[in-house]
């Protein structure tokens, strides 16, 4: 029996939705040390358990007029975004392709670098459960991919993970600032390259350079220079690594065949 169009688009925008408040879920619990899977759902503030509607945000934000019915406090609006997000994205995707299992890494590479993002914008850390499980997956999924070379996986993830190692070390020499660049940035450019390759991987990296001299000149000219403010380049690297997923053949097919 054929199901109908309709009921798969719906399907997708539901697992999308799921994604998203997974990554939500994800990003809270990983930097606390609680239990992902398994630990009981709870209000962010007055730790009260969640009935079953409140633990999907979308549907939750939306009966309950943007606050929690524990405490009538906001319901942030992070986690209604990510919802939206991921059930935009997903029916997005099946639009155009359909469901196609070799999506499979993409999204598990999206979500890490979701999760990534908004633990280092929170804490300022990118803890190695995301990034060496993400580092592990990539050459993982590389060794039964048909499309993409193991050895591909393992140069991305020493020239990108080295890349931003040396980058770090003359950070750290010129400006005479320990840590200018953190370990955690390091593993997760390593992640990048693992899952993208080296020659994509490097071309993100340096995407989410220019994307972070361009936000820290702006942070220059509206609140002054102090070498105390420092700049998490996680979420420079998700957003470059997610602008490579879906367009990085275009920009390097465009990059290596622009006349010179």
């Not at 054929?2 to 399907?11: A, F, K």
């Not at 499979?104 to 803890?127: G, K, N, S, T």
């Not at 890349?163 to 950070?171: E, H, K």
Request: hydrophobic share 50%; net charge positive.
């Amino acid at each position: 029996m054929m199901i109908p169009e309709l009921v798969l688009q719906l399907c997708a925008s539901i697992a999308g939705m799921l994604l998203g408040s997974f990554i939500g879920l994800s990003a809270y619990r990983i930097p606390r040390q609680q239990q992902l899977i398994t630990g009981v759902s709870r209000c962010d503030y007055c730790d009260a358990p969640l009935r079953w509607l409140q633990k999907f945000p979308l549907v939750g934000f939306l009966l309950f007029g943007g606050r929690s019915s524990c405490c009538n406090r906001k319901i942030p609006l992070r986690y209604f975004m990510l919802e939206l997000i991921g059930g935009v994205t997903l029916l997005v995707m099946y639009r155009k392709t359909g469901f196609a299992p070799q999506h499979l890494p993409a999204l598990v590479f999206l979500a890490l670098l979701a999760i990534a993002a908004l633990v280092d914008l929170d804490h300022q850390i990118i803890p190695d459960k995301i990034t060496l499980f993400g580092i592990v997956l990539s050459l993982l999924g590389a060794s039964i991919s048909a499309e993409f070379e193991l050895l591909d996986s393992v140069l991305g993830i020493l020239a990108c993970g080295g890349f931003l190692y040396v980058g770090g070390w003359v950070g750290e020499s010129i400006l005479k600032k320990p840590e200018a660049m953190g370990g955690g940035d390091i593993k997760l450019a390593a992640m990048i390259g693992g899952f993208l390759g080296w020659q994509a991987g490097l071309a993100g990296i340096l995407v989410a350079a220019f994307l972070g001299l361009g936000f820290g000149f702006l942070q220059i000219l509206t609140k002054g220079w102090s070498f105390s403010h420092r700049l998490p380049f996680g979420p420079f690297l998700a957003m470059s690594s997610v602008v490579m997923v879906f367009w990085g053949d275009e920009l390097l097919n465009w990059y290596f065949q622009y006349p010179r």
